[in-house]
């Protein structure tokens, strides 16, 4: 299995590891339910090293990164994010990603770990006619996410960056305890967060992430496993390729028509895209809140009119709401909120309610 450069650290807090897409990562090390309301509440330290980091450089950079990805680049100043897509040719997700502008001839392209290899090799295809050259950097870096309304409190103890600078969807170039360091500002908690990205060592990553922690223990901030990283993204409306979106759904019926720029220039997926726009969806993501008993996990049988529409695509039991949510695929007629529908939970059908996302926002 593979580790990233914090691994260490994780058995020195006795986090329980898993195998995470063939990777040694913590599910949890106090518990998923503590980490989570930890924070909604104050923080949370995640080790994201998993994550990949694809560079396209040169004189055509900007015009790769247009045609692969569905969002307009264009509008990027350097310092500035994008949350888009990595289309196939049917307007499906090959991945969704985060495009940071570095400069007009370098992009930076975040993409999930488990579609690295799958990513690079498409990103490499699709681009070879460009005047780019792509760079899979991702083994050199390693990921710090500090997520929850304290974040910026206990980052602030370790960087001369003026944190309050970075806006959301922003980063900014500094150092990190010496150490050459890009700090951004995304998330995908519903919380504000940053990210610290760093080339280094394992022994500066490691201790790195255990005096995040050491520091974070007196402001409440506790080291997060994935299972707090899966239910904070639900609570935040937020889908996770390979459970809501993926090669079988379009973008259009992920409901992220938002991140389809049809106006610019050319992009893989946007003939099928618009030819669907104009002719309709059979299907759409929607949100739900379940009623009853039982939690409506990933691949339960959805019914829709008393027949089999799809299946649960994310669902859990939300810290923080304290109620049975998820997402699945029904026909846009059913989507609207307060329309109820059917699922297969342990063979006893469960009534459910389509529920406007995101299911928690936090006050700005």
Known sequence: MKKTRINHAHYQLNGKMVDFAGWDLPVQYSGVKEEHLAVRHTGGIFDVSHMGEIFLRGPQALDAVQYISSNNAARLEPGRIQYSGLLTEKGCFVDDMLVHKLSDSEYLLVVNAANLEKDAAWIREKTETFNVEIHNESEEYSQIAIQGPKARVLLSQFTEADLQKIRYYSFVFTEIQGVAALISRTGYTGEDGFEVYFKSDEAFATSLFLDFVRQGESLGIVPAGLGARDTL????????????????????????GWILKFKKKDFIGRDVLLRQKEEGIQRRLAGFEVFGRGIARHGYPVLWQGKEFSQVTSGTMAPFLNKAIGMTYLPPEATEPGTRFHIMIHNRDVEARVTKMPFYQRES
């Open 233 to 256: 993204r639900l609570e935040a409306g937020m889908a996770l390729y390979g459970n809501d979106i993926d090669d079988s759904h379009t973008v259009l019926e992920a409901g992220l």
